[in-house]
């Protein structure tokens, strides 16, 4: 038999490979940017601060789409019973996303930028980024067109792209009034990552509970339907908790305070969804590892999209929070839980599908899971005392704002070493991911050694 059930399999490892490289540069100015809080600065004439969170935050969206994008390309395939309609153009694909990427980090530290926050990259580059989603969705879309059977599961994930590469175009609009860009530009920051993205991430948990777990398809889907119902409507009115302060009329107080609090019931129900799916399971899946990447993205996108973004998104709380490490300490843990565990979660399951070795086997993946999610929880919290502290001594003693970041400068020194621990784990799972190479379609998976436990 075969290791690799589809060819197009190969190009989802090298997706997820190249997901890993990234996320790996992430954390190295990420650490950068911890030190220079810290008063560390060293690098600044080669690295400014500017352009390491530029890097910093880009990348996070880089190797996200390409997480997302190699997750497609093992689900669809196998949705669909059938190989990607044309594999040459996904390694193009692939190759261009890198190329981007690349151009992108260059011309940050050369000031080679927009200048629009989450949106530096320059015109030429968002250009290639529009064509490289397009060929994309036309390899996605021709396979699930031709493939031998449609699921809900499949669907949905092809919608929440498209709405994703549409909802793109909007940050490439720009306006002399900052109110207007400003507006504008959350279409594309915002209704990403609390709109559309959360379609995808419903689809690729419904695929991983559905393989995992044993419940029915059926059951699956209805709750797929429910929760994305939900999640998308709040997250599109959310948008609203943007708006406060950058002048736009007034209602939208009320209706970004009103729908951004109806976010964290469509995470709860998440979180639920998960946990529920996997107790009335039947099938006991050996690949426990997965399982429990799955079901930690449902709680801890709870915790950090829902619970820790409405706790200061309502507008009584933001007129203070706006714009502090508050905001960070909720970006953190939102983006880890709802997406960084949902692309850990699927390559958990998916390497050992490809390779036919048992990696979920021995301690290393337990561990990695542990305490790459410990670190998480420890960097939030020090990003929580850092934020309370910024927001109590520049907004309402009224201390200088680098006043202030010389007084929260000590609490850098606990986020570096909750950092350390996460990116420990991190490290051990990329290690993990890496250690056993390409799958390669010649391979008998009965004759590659299986890790002892």
């Known amino acids: 038999m075969d290791a690799l059930k589809y060819r197009s399999w190969q190009v989802s490892w090298a997706f997820f490979a190249t997901c890993m490289l990234l996320l790996t540069l992430q954390l190295v100015y990420g650490f950068i940017m911890g030190f220079a809080h810290m008063g560390f600065d060293g690098l600044h004439d080669w690295i400014p601060f500017n352009a390491a ?8 969206v880089v190797w996200l789409l390409a997480g997302f994008m190699g997750s497609a390309y093992y689900i669809i395939p196998d949705e669909c019973e059938r190989e990607l309609w044309n594999i040459p153009l996904a390694w193009v694909q692939l190759a261009s996303l890198v190329l981007v990427g690349v151009v992108a980090i260059i011309g940050f530290h050369m000031n080679w930028w927009e200048g629009r926050k989450f949106l530096e990259i320059p015109r030429p580059l968002d250009v290639l980024v529009v064509i490289n989603v397009l060929v994309f969705l036309l390899n996605i879309g021709m396979t699930i067109f031709q493939g031998k059977r449609y699921t809900t599961t499949a669907l949905t994930l092809l919608v929440g792209l498209v709405a994703a590469a549409l909802l793109y175009l909007p940050g490439m609009i720009t306006f002399d009034s900052q109110v207007y860009d400003s507006y504008f530009r959350w279409w594309v920051v915002h209704l990403w990552v609390e709109g559309v ?3 995808i991430m419903g689809a690729i948990l419904s695929f991983l509970l559905i393989k995992l777990t044993g419940v029915d398809r059926e059951i699956v889907e209805k709750w797929l339907y429910l929760i994305v119902g939900l999640t998308f409507l709040s997250g599109i009115l959310g948008t609203g908790h943007h708006y406060y302060w950058i002048g736009t009329p007034e209602y939208w107080l009320v209706v970004g305070g009103v729908f951004s609090a109806l976010e964290p019931l469509a995470f709860l129900g998440m979180a639920l969804y998960t946990v529920t799916m996997a107790r009335r399971g039947g ?3 050996p690949n426990r590892i997965a399982l429990y990447w799955a079901v930690g ?3 801890m996108s709870f915790v950090g999209a ?3 973004g409405f706790a200061h998104t309502l507008p009584q709380v933001n007129i203070w929070t706006h714009g502090t490490l508050v905001t960070a300490m909720h970006g953190h843990m939102a983006f880890w839980g709802a997406y960084g565990m949902l692309i850990f979660a699927m390559i958990s399951y998916a390497l050992p599908e490809m390779t036919g070795r048992k990696l979920y086997v021995g301690w290393l993946p337990e561990w990695a899971f542990w305490l790459a999610n410990i670190g998480m929880v420890a960097m939030t919290g020090a ?3 850092a934020g309370i502290t910024q927001v109590y001594l520049e907004r309402r003693v009224g201390m200088d704002f680098l006043a202030v970041q010389d007084a929260v400068a000590v609490h ?4 570096v070493l909750a950092a350390l621990l996460f990116s420990l784990g991190v490290g051990m799972f990329i290690w993990h991911f890496s250690r056993y190479g390409v799958p390669g379609r ?3 998976a009965a004759a590659v050694p299986v890790p002892a436990k």
């Open 53 to 60: 969170r530029a890097t910093h935050t880009n990348l996070l």
């Open 197 to 199: 993205w959360e379609l």
């Open 283 to 285: 099938r006991k899946h």
């Open 297 to 299: 993205t449902g709680i």
């Open 306 to 308: 829902g619970f820790l």
């Open 383 to 385: 990003f929580a005392v």
């Open 412 to 415: 850098f020194f606990g986020l």
């Open 442 to 444: 010649d391979a008998p």
